[in-house]
């Protein structure tokens, strides 16, 4: 609608302009375009990860995919063991386990915060489970108390993808410091942003040897402290996942302003939810005590369908809303068991006799959490304004549609 369109803000060229200036300096100065040994701009980026994040020995990837598939090689399990993860995270969480000689198990999740369920998580364990992978699911902590105590008591390895949780910490701790090894994509949608690109951190000198030798042969693999893997280092494991320069630019940066952007986001975000709290119909994400959000991946509020009225559903809700103006529609990425990917056998014979994913039902906790989900788009452009303006179109819509007293 004209009013949300009015108050909408342009500041985002500023960042834009910024970008093409440092990206135009770096190429006018001559600069590499594919660097091996970790040096110039690649240094710099890693050596800002690891101070804005605080996270150890940051090691940049091509993707966040390239760096969770290095973090399985570096993990170096056994060919066919499991990989527990949960069922409504991205895919790229677990699917490289099938070219590490490795299968997935998916989990339940909390109803709340969409994150797996640490009991689920106990009772799917079987004999061959060696690694449990945890995503900060839409930047909320998962349960790591509890996570980490499961995998301290079966001796299993613990990945946390913290892709949708740049700078969210639980109990003041960072996640991804909870870990063996921690993963984060840079790609265009997440806070931080190279375009195309990914970051590893661990502070195990071993594994993160092991993570340079599977993506980062001659170059940096050639100085490994370990005499048995620097022995490798002319070919490292085969694989090429190293981060293009210019990528490693536009990460840098969108580094240099990220604990400010993260903190300006959230403040639109915990207004919009203060908001949503007094409107019948509709409930604001949940924030667990002891959880910080940091940049919020994505605002999913929650239609309550029992407070609308007879005969209304999700779909009249959310039309309402986007004839209003609002940026809002279903997430656009579902449960992982409803993929070919998991479901059975693949066109991989190399993956043959180890691809056989698992599924543990009932998912009822992610049934819950993703009934009446719907997701609010706010960028850098949006303003208290726009904020404001959404909150009061949600507000309109439940006079209209919601049960006065449903609350």
Known sequence: MKELEDVMSSAAGSDLDSLADALA???????????ADGSGVIGQLERRLGEVLNLPNPLTF????????????????PPGSEVVGAVNTFHASLSPAVHCGLNAVLVD???????????????????????????????????????TAICRARD??????????????LE??????FGDVAVGSL???????????????????????????????????LALADERLRAFGETGLGLKMRMHPLAAVVALVNAEQLVERVAARTALLQRLSRHLGDVPG??????????????????????????LKPGVGADDYLRRLQEAGVPAHYPSIG???????????????????????????????????SKGRISVTVTGRDTAKTIDAYAQAFADVSRELAVRDAA
């Open 25 to 35: 300096r770096y190429v006018r100065s001559g600069r590499p375009l594919s660097i």
């Open 62 to 77: 091509a993707s966040g995919t390239a760096g969770l598939h290095a973090a399985y090689l570096a993990l170096d399990l």
């Open 109 to 147: 999740v909390e109803p709340d915060t969409g994150n797996v369920s640490p009991a689920a998580l106990e009772a799917a364990i079987g004999p061959r489970t060696r690694c449990v992978t945890v995503t900060h699911f839409l930047g909320h902590p998962a349960a790591m108390e509890e996570i």
């Open 156 to 169: 299993l390895r613990l990945i946390e993808d913290f892709s949708h949780a740049f700078l969210s910490t």
């Open 172 to 177: 003041g701790q960072p996640v991804g410091a």
């Open 187 to 221: 790609q265009a949608r997440k806070t931080l942003v190279a375009g195309e690109g990914g970051v590893l951190a661990t502070p195990h000198a071993e594994l993160y040897e092991r993570a340079v030798l599977a993506g980062h042969y001659r170059g940096r693999a």
């Open 282 to 307: 509709v409930r604001p994400p949940v924030v667990r005590p002891g959880a910080d959000m940091g940049g919020w991946f994505s605002y999913r509020p929650q239609i309550q369908l029992r407070e």
């Open 335 to 369: 449960p992982l068991h409803e993929e070919p990917l998991f479901t059975g056998t693949i066109p991989l014979q190399a993956a043959v006799s180890t691809w056989r994913p698992r599924v543990c039902g009932p998912l009822a906790g992610a049934a819950a959490f």
